[in-house]
Structures are given as structure tokens and as C-alpha cells.
């Protein structure tokens, strides 16, 4: 009997330091318009292919950076479907669209395969990425990154932040905020050729 008391008292404890303690992490500060984006280098998964990428790489781009809590899940696919349906005025516009979670490799690529994602997704396996965005912990007691999106302008500073998502409306809410055409402007034709040209008069 005594041992079971023992046993309930320091579950208590334990219950309790994780609800005092663990939301001073959930909620680091989020960075604010103007500030310089943190420099990250990491891997990204594109198709079935990993290979490195860097904020540095990017300069002179717009980059779309949004942080998610876990791939294939309602909220989160609603999320990456909507980015996907609306990537051809991001790639028009020649805006860079990143994912972002701390899953691993292997269901990063099972995400993209299941829903045909046609952006890249980020490996941030120990959080450090999220961390430094402020979006590290959303979830406490899972240890998920919190729903929030960067805009990161072609100077590497902070242009848009987006703390409160609605997953299935948010990409076209950037595409109207960043003025995105919503039909995307066909490639020129190319010119004629003087081979091709027809002719203009009679030859003598």
C-alpha cells in the first residue's frame, strides 16, 4: 500500500513538471516582419531524391517556409494538397515553396508519393530549424512543430509571417497577399525563324 502511494505521488509529480515545464518551450518567440531569416543548411526530400539545401543557396528568391506538425495527417495534408494545387502560380511567380517537420526521411517521401507534393520537404530532426523560427513544440506533449508559415524576401529578411493557419485556404492566401496572377502567364512564343517566315513578295 505504501508502495502504491509512492508510486501515485510521483506520477503526480511527473504529470506536473510536464505541464509547468513544457510550455516555456512550445511557445518561443515567433520572428517579426523585417527581421533577418536564420540561416539553416539541412536536407530536403524532393521526389524520391535527398540532397542538401541552404537558406544561402536561395538568396535573391522568395521563399515560402512553412513549418507543419507531422506529414499525412488530416490538417497537414489538407495543408501540403492546397500548396501542390496551387504550384504552378508559386513556380510562375518564381516563389520557393519549403515544408518543414521533424519527421524523418522515409515518411517525408511516403508523403510526397501519396499526394504527388511537388515541393521539397525539410529534415529537422532535432528540431533545430524550428527552434530557431520559433516553432519548435507547437504540440507540447508530442513534440511538434507548431502551424506557421515565413515569407523570406529575396534579401533574406522576413517579409510575411502567417502565426495562424488555415491549412486548407493558407497557400492561396499567400498567392493573394503576395499579388500572384491567378492564371499564370503563358510562355512566349518563340519567333519566327527567316526560314519560316513566309514570303513577302515574288523573288526575281
Do not use: W
Amino acid at each position: 500500500m505504501k508502495m502504491l502511494s509512492s508510486l501515485i505521488v510521483f506520477a503526480a509529480i511527473v504529470i506536473i513538471a510536464v505541464v509547468v515545464l513544457r510550455p516555456r518551450v512550445a511557445r518561443a518567440a515567433l520572428l517579426k516582419q523585417g527581421q533577418i531569416a536564420p540561416g539553416f543548411s539541412t536536407q530536403m526530400v524532393e521526389g524520391d531524391q535527398i540532397s542538401p539545401i541552404s537558406l544561402a543557396d536561395l538568396r535573391g528568391k522568395t521563399v515560402v517556409l512553412y513549418f507543419y506538425p507531422k506529414d499525412d495527417t488530416p490538417g497537414c495534408t489538407k495543408e501540403a494538397c492546397a500548396f501542390r494545387d496551387g504550384f504552378a502560380r508559386f513556380q510562375a511567380a518564381g516563389l520557393v515553396v519549403l515544408g518543414c517537420s521533424v519527421q524523418d526521411s522515409d515518411a517525408h517521401r511516403a508523403f510526397i508519393k501519396k499526394y504527388n507534393i511537388p515541393f521539397p520537404l525539410l529534415l529537422d530532426p532535432d528540431k533545430k530549424i524550428a527552434t530557431e523560427y520559433g516553432a519548435a513544440n507547437g504540440i507540447p506533449i508530442l513534440g511538434l512543430d507548431r502551424r506557421i508559415t515565413y515569407v523570406i524576401d529575396p534579401e533574406g529578411r522576413i517579409e510575411k509571417v502567417y502565426p495562424s493557419v488555415d491549412p486548407s485556404v493558407h497557400a492561396n492566401e499567400i498567392l493573394t497577399d503576395l499579388k500572384v496572377p491567378e492564371h499564370p502567364a503563358a510562355p512566349p512564343s518563340p519567333a519566327a525563324s527567316p526560314s519560316n517566315a513566309a514570303p513577302s513578295g515574288d523573288v526575281n
